[in-house]
T-cell receptor, first 112, second 111 residues
Framework: SQKIEQNSEALNIQEGKTATLTCNYT??????LQWYRQDPGRGPVFLLLIRENEKEKRKERLKVTFDTTLKQSLFHITASQPADSATYLC???????????FGDGTTLTVKP | SQTIHQWPATLVQPVGSPLSLECTVEGTSNPNLYWYRQAAGRGLQLLFY??????ISSEVPQNLSASRPQDRQFILSSKKLLLSDSGFYLC??????????FGNGTRLTVT
């Protein structure tokens, strides 16, 4: 069956360090993989999209990698700040499916 | 610019009562529209999506239905709510290949 797995444990890191979040999937052929940020009581906000033929994408302090052989995406936040504390969701868009399937998310807490 | 409006923000309804949640999008035409539900501490479960007026695809058989009476209006309904319908309901537009843009959600508590 299809499955998307993100870090099951909450992630706590010190301000200034790099946070690395993992998204693993099975039985998908994703055309795209997306990362979203969700704050408590709010809807998710889009951060980055990476296509199946891209290895890496960057945006300011954010970096996403996509390894279709390992079936894994890594999401990095460098020089983390307390304001980066939130839940981060990965989502897969299966080829031609026209819809996104989300993982359960990883809650990141950055301590000052 | 595009905006998405979803209301109400919170709702408390008794078991067996009807439900109507509305979502409207501005600044874009013929958007793909989606209803997701999120249980506490979990990811988003796709309930319905629509690629056009009157075109609804249901992902999960359940006590809910969706309608799209106008191009930029998406409605989630139920005739009789169950306790298990409690959750955080999110409307979104966009999707494959463009990113999803979410509303601020409706927190539904069925008592």
């Amino acid at each position: 069956s299809q499955k998307i797995e993100q870090n099951s444990e909450a992630l706590n890191i010190q301000e200034g360090k790099t946070a690395t979040l993992t998204c693993n999937y099975t039985n998908y052929s994703p055309a795209y993989l997306q990362w979203y940020r969700q704050d408590p009581g709010r809807g998710p906000v889009f951060l980055l999209l990476i296509r199946e033929n891209e290895k890496e994408k960057r945006k300011e302090r954010l970096k996403v990698t996509f390894d279709t052989t390992l079936k894994q995406s890594l999401f990095h936040i460098t020089a983390s700040q307390p304001a980066d504390s939130a839940t981060y969701l990965c989502a897969l868009d299966d080829t031609n499916a026209g819809k996104s399937t989300f993982g359960d998310g990883t809650t990141l807490t950055v301590k000052p | 610019s595009q905006t998405i409006h979803q209301w109400p923000a919170t709702l408390v309804q008794p078991v067996g009562s009807p439900l109507s949640l509305e979502c409207t999008v501005e600044g874009t035409s013929n958007p793909n529209l989606y209803w997701y539900r999120q249980a506490a501490g979990r990811g988003l479960q796709l309930l319905f999506y629509s690629v056009g007026i009157g075109q609804i695809s249901s992902e999960v058989p359940q006590n809910l239905s969706a309608s799209r009476p106008q191009d930029r209006q998406f409605i989630l309904s139920s005739k009789k709510l169950l306790l298990s319908d409690s959750g955080f309901y999110l409307c979104a537009w966009g999707g494959s290949p463009t990113p999803l843009h979410f509303g601020n959600g409706t927190r539904l508590t069925v008592t």
